[in-house]
């Protein structure tokens, strides 16, 4: 009997971890070949560490399945090493599954050029959110948050707010220190000017957009192409209002360059006009970058 009880009890934890997984698949890269004469198991250490602590962490109160992990990438390319300072640029990417299909989409693709932290080897990863202790932790938990807030927003109408606060706190916190990145005004392409895009009320439309997009648009269309297609046609004006209220806005740009790929293959079998309308929106939007959407026209 007692070795009948053991068996329940392990089926039950391994059902438990099945069924409660942590909400981040994170995958960590680090590239050092601009590094010389360096130590290279310490990026190693680091890569593993970094990994740990945003995979082992709960960063919400939603239950995920191990199929609805959100993917999650760090390229961290260092290219200056001081002791135990260091410098380079992070890039994160976040995919988003379309529903009933295995197709993933481009939720986040941003790089970071101004990354500056301080790393210990063997060093414990602790974190506290209402706390700025680390630069790397607290620019990776912002990252974070980000993309969870993009997440949920791409489920259900401004169902990520929460997170922008999260990532917003964090930011708010980060500009009592000297590291770069977190103030206002320093650039209007930095973590501040991010997260402040996200909940500006000028741009709250883009997050209407980026649900419908998902949702009513990519997600649809594995029932009907033209529909979702047609449903993610419909919100492209708006997106030319956006830009003409906040020019230049990062989070606008990002979600068009995010998007720019899916977006040609999607409109190849369009109209005439839905093809230009297209072409209008990210000529405004986007318009250091009109030759990659030159195809469009031919």
Not at 1 to 11: H, P, Q, S
Not at 14 to 21: E, I, P, Q, R, V
Not at 25 to 38: A, N, P, S
Not at 107 to 120: A, G, P, R, S, V
Request: proline share 1%.
């Amino acid at each position: 009997m007692k070795g009948f009880l053991k068996i329940v009890l392990l089926c039950a934890l391994l059902m438990t971890g099945t069924a409660y997984a942590q909400e981040i698949k994170c995958h960590v890269q680090m590239k050092t070949d601009q590094l010389e004469g360096t130590n290279k198991d310490i990026y190693n250490e680091l890569s593993n560490d970094l990994t740990e602590f945003v995979n082992s962490r709960k960063w919400t109160d939603a239950t995920f399945t191990e199929e609805e992990r959100i993917e999650l990438t760090f390229v961290f390319t260092l290219n200056s090493a001081s002791g135990e300072s260091y410098s380079g640029t992070l890039q994160v990417i976040a995919n988003r599954p379309v529903f009933n299909s295995g197709y993933s989409t481009t939720l986040f693709n941003y790089m970071d050029q101004n990354l500056k932290f301080n790393y210990t080897q063997y060093q414990r990863f602790e974190f506290d959110e209402n706390l700025y202790e680390s630069n790397l932790l607290s620019t990776v938990a912002f990252y974070v948050n980000i993309v969870l807030g993009l997440e949920f927003d791409s489920f259900s109408r401004y169902g990520g707010t929460k997170y922008f606060e999260k990532a917003e706190l964090i930011c708010a916190l980060a500009q009592t220190s000297d590291d770069s990145g977190w103030k206002a005004f320093d650039s209007d392409r930095n973590r501040y000017a991010i997260v402040s895009n996200y909940l500006d009320d000028r741009l709250k439309k883009l997050r209407d957009i980026n649900y419908e997009y998902h949702r009513f648009g990519l997600d649809e269309m594995v029932n009907s192409t033209e529909k979702g297609r047609t449903n993610i046609y419909n919100n492209l004006s708006y997106l030319k209002e956006m830009n003409r209220a906040v020019p230049y806005s990062i989070a606008l740009q990002l979600f068009v360059e995010n998007k720019m790929t899916e977006l040609l293959d999607m409109f190849k079998p369009a109209t005439s006009k839905e093809k230009k309308d297209l072409y209008d929106v990210m000529q405004a939007v986007l318009p250091t970058q009109s030759n990659k959407f030159q195809e469009l026209l031919n």
